[in-house]
């Protein structure tokens, strides 16, 4: 007999004693594969990501724009591998964020960006400062944080506190950036006495440069002596506050002047530049503190590729032992995030779910095969996911909840190449024509190359896949792998691993005897009943085409009818979320603390929520979506950000998106009372983006483009379902421009320069160095500058005097070190701060943002709804706006709108998707054409495809589930299970054909013959789904595999021999 | 089908304890008792005046006796419509005649606590029998 591959693989393995060691090796193999590789909750993204701040001190946003943010611009998207160059062009400087391609090395990316930037950097106008380069990455994301606060210590002894910690943490292995968000510094504070000054004759500037110069101390070399080296240093570096006091920073009359008689050295806590305040919400553990505390937050990140659960357990332990000791007995370290924590309880959840999936697909199997059958079925499963795990293990993926799920999905579909060969092993034994081993090797020989088909097929279903692109590529690319990778196990598990199981395990039963006689079946009587008619009378034919024709328009229907409503991804049921509060620029940091300390009070009585913090004047800890939208910048005066913790998933009823949704209405009324903006900002399932609806406004001019942009946020605000509407345009600030008098500066012998950097001492303060004490871990910075009480209106500042340089000139003379006050020799002109220039892609942006909840969950409808009224919008030049969706417009002479943000994501995703599944059909079709070796009969085969969707869309309906890209992944996947399916019905009618049965019978027979397997493979299809059903981003996956399976089954079961019937019937005739 | 039935067990398996743990989150009344506590009696509530500065401009005062610090913090307690007391954080200026400028945090015609004490805290209500000054200089 000739052997076929799995023949010959079957031969080797069957009665070998390697086999079971291979069994078994690979089981243990696979469980160390699980516990070592990195656990996370979401997959990890690479997207090289770099901020560039590029100063241009003095500048306007204009100027800027064009001589710096526009040449970088330009220089940088010739840069091989990006994607998007942003700019934001600011007052004095500019921020240039280059995104690069999802997957690019970061740090090729960082080395190109670099060598093109010094290429580029003597084209720089004089007056711009050195680029600061930020890379960003995943890996700047916290893991854990520990909040430090208390009842009775102050902000600054808590960052004392956390400081130490952070410092002890640091040696921990695997251990990324710690940092420390809030409190308060220790600095040396060099209080100026405007009197003072004046009577001693000093200026600051004349302060800052004595601070410096006495701040220094050098090895001044060596000299020989007696053989000896010795060695000579010179100066003293500053130590403590008396150091900084007692410099001398002139002489007045005969006497030295000492710091500390102009101005008062303190050395304490710097002045308050941020508010950070823990407190016990409502859903608190019993007996916790009921008020708000001030806080510190500690931030950990990981290494790249390491293990944020070991980490974090690592980081916990460390910190309970300093808790017996460094740690003050009132500072209570709350954790208000631990990532390593969430990610494996999901990924433990999953493995759970990953089993109950196999059990429940082995008590099917067991129906139709006993439960020896099933028990060959069960242990040939977990092989196969070992195996996977291990490729995972080595491809350096991580366990997360995309390459979990993965394997869930699959779980249907691995099972059945197994199935197959044990199936046809106990038939061939139930037969009993050939001695057990030859019926053995015999039944795989029989099903072997069929079932490495069906298997290809399959994976030709799910591979495309991998080629969706963009930022959702990493979060579905470990789907089709994952999939692929499991049924190449399965193949070799069913060829190697099954035939060795089924040999020893399955029994030739007695009495359970072939049926010989098909027609007195069951299923031979049911499906004559039901095809017979169909067959004979074309009448009665048409109709039930009609009928499913009908049902599959209907289905489809359903989506234009907003009945089934398509959205990339639903939201997940997440612990967290966030408020962001934004005041009007120009807002002083108390009154954004107040608002946000009011919201945060209303935050408090929701009873789901267990603790809050919130930061103003400093950014919260960022999460991967706040990375994508820079929150790492929100640290100005007028911003807020409250991180809301609720209370764990499994301890609440409503789903966190629930609760965002019905504390915004409380939230943004107590913001519209003090004119503020606040989001409710929740941690998106799939990849991040600004906001989940963008308009962007391209057009001429800025004024153009604002005024169209105050339009379009008015239609935004009034539309229902859309909330959080804001738009990226400042409010106006008032400034205080004062003009320097040049004429008069130089009679006085004043530079501008001089009026400048007193003015900026005075005010903002200025660092004229650090002290050199071996005991503080944060560097301590010496500051000159004015007392709050003197800076606070401009009659203050017109009080500072400037020492002038001396002039000279035929009528007068100046001389040198004369006081001059500022007040005579600048005018002020109050003035509205120019806007920031947003700029994507080389081109003026304005961004208007909103999300949407309540009324429509998906973009796409609230964008539809707003299309009309955009475009009745009145601009000058009387033409209407016509929102664009695919392409920015071709150029910016006319006003223009272009739809980005979450719908970008979707149309990528669905573009990318629909093209994989027009790759998939033809790579099927290539496939049963090789193996039947007809044009016609895979087109039969291939019906089965478009009826997946008379189930998937009301599949949809019946759950009141968005049809989401998972929801398509199923309906990928089913399309190669459906056409295997159609495989094995026709295979089975040519067999029959062949041995010489009329077409009707040979049709009828192979519905009947072939409804078991096929049922079982489906049902295990099915059945495995079921579990993913109750998670909220896989729900979709979930369906299309139940309900279309389903349907989809019965009416191949059905259509498919009808539609043989006729084409044979037609092609026979003539 | 043994299988099925399992799976449509599966949801309600899953949901009684989550209806249990649903019960179990009373404690949330317990912060609201707490807050709750008996009123308290303050010696003065004082209304945020506006007073107008040697260079012309306009601020904001409150009486120093009101101010209190929690390290580099600064602090008045502001007594709301339902005479609750909410910690409020202020930046603050020089001092005019016992009392001291608010450079941000309060707004005119805010009621404050004259003289702050070391018992108060947030959340307790203060009782409004004493005498409100509200006198506006200027």
Known sequence: ?1070 | MSADIKMKFFPFLVAIPLLFAGCSNQNSESLKSRSKAAPVAVVSVVAVRSAVEAGGDEVLLVPATAIFHKGELTAVFVVGADNRLTVRWISTGRSMRGDLVVLGGLDKGEFVVGVSAPALVEGVTVIKSVTVEDQTHE
């Open chain 1, 1 to 1070: 007999m000739n052997d076929g591959i799995a023949g010959k693989l079957a031969k080797q393995f069957i009665n070998s004693k390697i086999t079971p060691l291979l069994m078994v090796a690979a089981l243990l193999v696979g469980i160390m594969a699980t516990f070592m590789t990195p656990r996370e909750e979401e997959p990890q993204i690479v997207v090289p990501m770099v901020d560039l701040y590029i100063p241009y001190p003095g500048a306007t946003p204009a100027e800027v724009e064009l001589r710096v943010a526009k040449p970088v611009e330009r220089t940088l998207t010739e840069i091989p591998g990006v994607d998007y160059v942003y700019s934001t062009s600011m007052p004095d400087f500019a921020v240039v964020t280059v995104r690069y391609k999802v997957g690019e090395d970061a740090e090729k990316s960082m080395v190109k960006l670099w060598s093109t930037l010094m290429k580029n950097m003597d084209k720089m106008p004089p007056g711009v400062q050195f680029p600061l380069m930020k890379k960003v990455s995943i890996d700047d994301v916290p893991v854990l944080n520990l909040t430090f606060w208390s009842k009775t210590k102050d902000p600054f002894q808590l960052r004392k506190t956390a400081v130490g910690v952070a410092d002890e943490l640091k040696k921990i292995k695997n251990i990324g950036d710690v940092e420390i968000k809030g409190g308060l510094k220790r600095q040396v504070k060099i209080v100026l006495d405007k009197e003072k000054l004046r009577q001693f004759n000093v200026s600051p500037l004349q302060i800052a440069r004595q601070v410096q110069l006495s701040n220094s101390q050098m090895r001044a070399g060596d000299f020989k002596q007696m053989n000896e080296e010795i060695i000579v240093r010179s100066g003293r570096f500053l130590e403590n506050a008396d150091d900084v006091a007692n410099i001398v920073i002139g002489i007045y009359g005969s006497s030295p002047v000492y710091l500390r008689d102009v101005a008062s050295v303190v050395d304490g806590p710097e002045e308050v530049n941020n508010y950070n305040f823990f407190g016990w919400a409502a859903a608190a553990p019993n007996g916790s503190a009921s008020g708000e505390y001030p806080a510190v937050t500690l931030t950990v990140a990981k290494r790249q590729g390491s293990d944020a659960s070991k980490l974090a357990d690592k980081v916990l332990a460390r910190v309970d032992n300093l808790k017996k000791g460094f740690i003050p007995a009132d500072v209570t370290v709350t954790e208000t995030r631990n990532y390593g924590a969430t990610a494996t309880d999901k990924v433990f959840t999953l493995l759970e779910h990953l089993i109950v999936a196999v059990v429940a697909v082995t008590i099917v199997v067991g129906f139709f095969l006993g439960w020896r059958g099933a028990l060959v079925v069960f242990a040939s499963v977990p092989i196969t996911f070992a195996l996977t795990l291990l490729i995972y293990y080595l491809l350096d993926y991580s366990l997360n909840r995309v390459t979990l799920f993965a394997l869930i999905f699959v779980t249907g579909i691995v099972v059945d190449d197994s199935i197959i060969i044990a199936e046809n092993i106990h038939r061939h034994f139930a037969m009993k024509r050939q001695p057990k081993l030859q019926a053995a090797i015999t039944a795989i020989n029989e099903v072997g190359n069929p079932t490495i088909l069906a298997t290809f097929t399959v994976i030709a279903a799910v591979l495309p896949m991998v080629f969706v692109s963009g930022l959702m590529g990493p979060y579905m690319s470990p789907m089709p792998i994952g999939a692929s990778l499991a049924m190449i196990f399965s193949l070799l598990v069913a060829l190697i691993a099954t035939p060795w199981l089924a040999f020893r395990l399955l029994k030739t039963e007695e009495g359970h005897h072939e049926e010989y006689d098909i027609t007195k079946t069951g299923y031979y009587r049911l499906f004559n009943t039901i095809l017979s008619p169909f067959i004979e009378s074309s009448f009665k034919r048409w109709i039930a085409f009609g009928v499913v024709g009908l049902m599959l328009a209907g289905a489809i229907l359903l989506v234009p009818m907003k009945a089934v409503q398509m959205k990339m991804l639903p939201f997940d049921n997440k612990n967290e979320f966030q408020v962001i509060v934004d005041m009007p620029e120009g807002t002083a940091l108390e009154q954004t603390a107040r608002v946000t300390k009011e919201i945060s009070a209303y935050l408090k009585t929701v009873p789901e929520v267990r603790s809050y913090q919130y930061y103003v004047g400093i950014n919260a800890p960022i999460n991967f979506n706040g990375l994508v939208r820079h929150y790492y910048m929100r640290q100005a005066k007028n911003m807020g950000d409250i991180q809301v913790n609720l209370v764990p998933k499994d301890e609440r009823k409503a789903q966190s998106h629930d609760i965002a949704k019905k504390v915004r209405a409380g939230v943004q009324q107590i913001a519209r009372r003090y004119n503020a903006n606040a989001k409710i900002v929740e941690i998106p399932p799939g990849p991040p983006v600004l906001s989940t609806l963008v308009a962007e406004i391209y057009g001429p001019s800025q004024e153009q483009q604002i005024a169209l942009a105050r339009q379009v946020k008015k239609v935004f605000q009034e539309t229902p379902g859309v909330v959080d509407v804001d738009w990226m345009v400042e409010d106006d600030q008032k400034v205080y421009d004062l003009v320097v008098n040049k004429e008069r500066a130089a009679f006085r012998g004043v530079s501008a320069e001089q009026i400048a950097q007193t003015l900026r001492m005075s005010l903002a303060g200025m660092d004229v160095g650090v002290l050199h004490t071996d005991k503080e871990l944060d560097p301590v910075t010496i500051q000159v500058r004015l007392p709050q009480s003197d800076r606070t209106s401009l009659h203050d500042l017109s009080t500072l005097f400037v020492q002038s340089q001396g002039m000279g000139t035929l009528t007068t003379r100046l001389r040198a070190g004369e006081m001059i006050p500022l007040s005579e020799l600048v005018t002020v002109q109050e003035k509205i701060q120019e806007k920031s220039i947003y700029r994507k892609d080389l081109r003026r942006v304005v961004y208007v943002t909103a999300d949407v909840a309540g009324a429509t969950e998906s973009p796409v409808y609230a964008m539809l709804n707003m299309d009309k009224k955009i475009e009745q919008l009145k601009v000058p030049g009387g033409y209407s706006v016509s929102p664009l969706y695919t392409a920015s417009p071709a150029s910016d002479e006319k006003l223009a709108m272009k739809w980005d943000g979450e719908w970008q994501i979707t149309f990528e995703v669905f573009r990318d998707l629909g093209t994989a599944f027009a790759v998939v059909l033809v790579i099927i079709y290539l496939l049963i054409i090789g193996w039947f070796q007809s044009f016609k009969t895979p087109l039969i085969m291939m019906i089965a495809i478009p009826l997946s969707l008379v189930g998937i869309i009301p599949g949809h309906f019946v759950h009141g589930a968005f049809f989401t890209a998972t929801s398509m992944i199923g309906m990928i996947a089913l399309a190669g299970i459906m056409v295997r399916n159609s495989v094995l019905l026709i295979d089975f009618i040519q067999i029959r054909r062949a041995e010489g049965a009329d077409l009707k019978r040979a049709v009828i027979e192979s519905a009947a013959v072939r409804t078991k397997p096929i049922i079982l493979t489906s049902g295990a299809v099915v059945i495995g789904s079921l579990v993913m059903l109750f998670d909220p981003i896989f729900q979709g996956l979930a369906i299309s595999l139940i309900w279309g399976g389903v349907l989809s089954t019965i009416l191949t079961l059905v259509v498919v021999p009808i539609v043989y019937y006729i084409v044979e019937n037609k092609s026979s005739k003539p």
